[in-house]
């Protein structure tokens, strides 16, 4: 069975960048997916088309087709007393903020200083070169409930 629109794909791989680090990696059979649901990032997604249960590939994912260009706006220096007065902020950290347009984004801070927290809202891998490792465990057709929802159901799961 090939891999299309409203199938649930299982996969196994191995997400690094450019340097060969490890950014993710599944490999036990337990990543699945429905296919053209947008639950996966578009460059592996369109990769995966047209594939079926024990291909193997590697992925070469551009910005573009990942997570996004690094946009300077989203990062921003915001007074120290718009965060909690009792939690020491650090580098690395992340919150929740809103968006002017009332969305909600994930924060990291990246800088702190006395008067001043910077933030960056763009996502972690923003900018990123990505290369993936996939083999294809599975292929299946997607239950009605699962094209309905816009996500796989694994065994047990029940929506009430």
Same mark, same amino acid.
């Given at each position: 069975?090939?891999? *299309? ?5 299982? %996969? ?16 036990? !059979? ?6 053209? +649901? ?5 460059? %592996? *997604?369109?990769? %995966?088309?047209?594939?079926? +249960?024990? =291909?193997?590939?590697?992925? +070469?994912?551009?910005? +573009? =087709? ?12 915001? #007074? ?5 007065? =009792?939690?020491?902020?650090?580098? !690395?950290?992340?919150? @929740?903020?809103?968006?002017?347009? !009332? *969305? ?15 933030? =960056?809202?763009?996502? #972690? ?18 239950? *009605? ?9 694994? #065994?047990? @799961?029940?929506? !009430?």
């Amino acid at each position: 069975m090939q891999i *299309e629109q409203n199938k649930v794909v299982t %996969l196994n791989y191995t997400l690094t960048d450019t340097d060969g680090n490890v950014i993710d990696q599944s490999n036990d !059979g337990s990543f699945a997916y429905l296919h053209g +649901a947008n639950n996966i990032i578009p460059g %592996l *997604e369109n990769a %995966l088309t047209g594939k079926s +249960a024990g =291909d193997k590939l590697d992925v +070469a994912v551009a910005p +573009a =087709d990942g997570y996004g260009e690094r946009d300077a706006e989203k990062t921003q220096a915001v #007074p120290r007393n718009m965060f909690p007065e =009792d939690t020491e902020i650090q580098t !690395g950290m992340q919150f @929740h903020a809103q968006s002017p347009t !009332g *969305e909600t984004l994930v924060v990291t801070v990246v800088a702190v200083d006395d008067e001043t927290v910077t933030v =960056d809202g763009n996502h #972690p891998l923003a900018g990123v070169d990505l290369k993936f490792d996939v083999e294809i465990m599975d292929v299946r057709d997607a239950t *009605e409930e699962e094209i309905q929802h816009g996500h796989v159901h694994g #065994p047990g @799961h029940a929506h !009430g």
